[in-house]
């Protein structure tokens, strides 16, 4: 009568061990397309942070130019139109 039992134990035993291999390797998985995930992502964010600063960069090139552009009306003597050709602040 024991072997039986023995026998159950052993199909029991077998089912565990792959439920605990496909467990680890969905893990791994896992672990590996949120590490990827998070190298992309690094990226993403570090190129937002240039083109950021390009942004500001662009701003204030934008108001030299509009600067330059009422000294150059005011010099034809458009002063007063100088508005309407800067509007867009």
Same mark, same amino acid.
């Given at each position: 009568?024991?072997?039986?039992?023995?026998? *159950?134990?052993?199909?029991?035993?077998?089912?565990?061990?792959?439920?605990?291999?496909? %467990?680890?390797? =969905?893990?791994? *998985? @896992? %672990? #590996? =397309?949120?590490? @990827?995930?998070?190298?992309? =992502?690094?990226?993403?964010?570090?190129?937002?942070?240039?083109?950021?600063?390009?942004? @500001?960069? *662009?701003?204030?090139?934008?108001? @030299?130019?509009?600067?330059?552009?009422?000294?150059?009306?005011?010099?034809?003597?458009?002063?007063?139109? #100088? %508005?309407?050709? *800067?509007?867009?602040?």
């Amino acid at each position: 009568m024991p072997q039986p039992f023995y026998r *159950l134990k052993m199909l029991k035993a077998e089912g565990t061990m792959e439920t605990t291999l496909y %467990s680890i390797g =969905l893990g791994g *998985l @896992i %672990s #590996a =397309l949120l590490s @990827i995930t998070a190298y992309f =992502l690094h990226y993403l964010h570090r190129d937002f942070r240039e083109v950021q600063a390009h942004m @500001i960069q *662009l701003r204030a090139d934008l108001e @030299i130019v509009k600067v330059d552009l009422e000294r150059v009306l005011r010099a034809f003597g458009l002063g007063g139109t #100088a %508005s309407r050709y *800067l509007k867009g602040d």
